[in-house]
């Protein structure tokens, strides 16, 4: 017995006039008070809203780096969501020119690290979940890895009865000076003064709430082999 043949389904080409029904339709849909969604109640224009989206799409902690202009900041954990040691190496670019990157040194981790036993020096870092808050009272997420320096300072605030929890109220960061003499400015503001001296709205709790913070398995944990090679141009360097 042949075998039955097999029907093809034919694709059916849109047409004018079903761009018309759904032109009608979601009019229709309107007119009866369906929700409808409305782009400018979700997207954001500006440098601020364009950094929030690019950092969105990343699988790394998003650093937090003062800047000359100060910054409102909120700390969404009373304490480091993580502590580790870091290796600052320069490497050649594509284009020739030297690049500063981190590299965790495997001593976090209780390994041996390549680079430690090449002599080049971790330093200690203490990483803290915060929140900018923009000047049009958006909250976005960073993380504040800090070195021994801030790291005392923060623990000083978070110490003192009349500044802590470090949740509780907000700070004002900025950074002062040139590579090698820079100086960071932490100093707290209250939720009431944001608004009277910074034109800045207090944002909701549910804003921070939101956020999904960041924990240890954001750290990037580099391969033995890549540390080896590492310090083997660094070696190279010094021969």
């Given at each position: 017995m042949p075998a039955p043949k097999k029907r093809a389904?034919?694709?059916?080409?849109?047409?004018?006039?079903?761009d018309e029904d759904d032109v009608a339709e979601s009019s229709a849909a309107r007119k009866k008070g369906a929700p409808a969604i409305k782009p400018s109640d979700f997207l954001r224009a500006g440098?601020?809203?364009?950094?929030?989206?690019?950092?969105?799409?990343?699988?790394?902690?998003?650093?937090?780096?003062?800047?000359?202009k100060a910054m409102v900041i909120k700390f969404l954990d009373d304490e480091p969501y993580v502590s580790y040691r870091r290796h600052w190496v320069e490497r050649m670019g594509p284009d020739r020119k030297k690049i500063t990157r981190s590299y965790t040194c495997l001593r976090s981790f209780k390994k041996e690290c390549p680079l430690c036993e090449a002599g080049d020096r971790a330093q200690a870092v203490a990483a803290f979940n915060i929140a900018i808050?923009?000047?049009?009272s958006v909250v976005s997420l960073k993380s504040w890895d800090v070195g021994p320096k801030i790291y005392n300072i923060l623990k000083g605030y978070a110490n003192d009865p009349k500044i802590a929890p470090l949740t509780r109220g907000y700070f004002l960061v900025s950074r002062t000076g040139t590579k090698g003499s820079v100086n960071h400015n932490v100093t707290p503001v209250k939720p009431s003064a944001l608004e009277e001296d910074y034109d800045i709205t207090p944002p909701p709790k549910e804003d921070f709430d939101a956020l999904e913070k960041y924990d240890a398995d954001i750290i990037d944990v580099p391969t033995s082999k890549t540390m080896q090679e590492i310090a083997a141009e660094i070696a190279d360097e010094y021969t």
């Open positions: 389904v034919r694709p059916v080409a849109a047409t004018a006039k079903d440098f601020t809203g364009a950094q929030e989206t690019m950092d969105s799409t990343s699988s790394f902690a998003q650093a937090f780096k003062p800047e000359e808050v923009g000047d049009d």
